[in-house]
Each structure stands twice: as structure tokens, then as C-alpha cells.
């Protein structure tokens, strides 16, 4: 599958899906369209997830999000529930700085009751 590279902007994180297993989204992420953003994004996962490599990860590290894009971000992690044997094909890994208590609550809530393996990790911890 080929690759989705978006760099980020001020309102927006970077992207950066390989097509080939790593899924790395990081940044801020407070775009006044969020679903225009995100809409060309959770399009690639949805091919993504029906055609998926062996194993799965995704590394978030999102500093801010705001409603819209955590409406985004929850319907990215519903997709990839949809991978067969998510448990234990896919990983997601949420990033924090330990000094930010708002992205380490948002991962939670967004993780919370995922039938997949969700790390929360503070920044500096090895991948």
C-alpha cells in the first residue's frame, strides 16, 4: 500500500502511515475542518484495514486535540478495530509529556475499552 505523509502545520499534526504497519500521528491537532483534515486520513485506514500488514502500530502524540478531532480520532481507532485479531495484531502507543495531564486523560478516555493493546506512554520511553 503506498504511504500517507502529511507535515504539520500550526492547527495540524503531522502524519505519517509507511503502508506497511507503523502509523505515526503527532503534534496539535485543532484544524477549523477537522473532518476535510482528517477525512483523507481515515480514507487510507479504511483501505489499510482491509488489506492489513501482519502486525500493526500506532504512535500517537497528540499535545491538544480539540472536539472535532477527537471525534476523528475516535472513529481512526474504531477502524482499527476492525483489523481480525486486533488484540493482538495491533498496538497503539499514546504518547504524553509528563508534564501534560490533558493529553495523558485524552489518550485514556479515547483508549478506554478499545479491544486493542494500548500502551500509554510518557515522551522519552523507548518505541
Known amino acids: 500500500m503506498e504511504p500517507l505523509t502529511r507535515e504539520a502545520s ?8 509507511d ?10 491537532s485543532y484544524p477549523e475542518d477537522a ?4 477525512g ?10 482491509s488489506e492489513p500488514a501482519e502486525r500493526t502500530t500506532v504512535d500517537l502524540k497528540l499535545s491538544y486535540l480539540n472536539t472535532s ?9 474504531a477502524l482499527l478495530e ?6 493482538r495484531r495491533v498496538r497503539i502507543i499514546w504518547r504524553y509529556e509528563a508534564e501534560n495531564e490533558m493529553a495523558y486523560e485524552c489518550g485514556r478516555e479515547l483508549t478506554e475499552g478499545l479491544r486493542l493493546g ?3 506512554a510518557r515522551e522519552g520511553e523507548p518505541r
Open 35 to 38: 473532518a476535510g483534515f482528517y
Open 82 to 87: 476492525q483489523i481480525p485479531d486486533g488484540p
Open 40 to 49: 483523507p486520513v481515515l480514507e487510507w485506514l479504511r483501505r489499510y484495514v
Open 10 to 17: 500550526r492547527s495540524t499534526p503531522r502524519v505519517d502511515f
Open 19 to 28: 503502508g506497511k504497519g507503523v502509523l505515526v500521528i503527532e503534534g496539535e
Open 69 to 77: 478531532s477527537a471525534k476523528c480520532m475516535m472513529t481512526l481507532l
Open 118 to 120: 494500548v500502551t500509554m
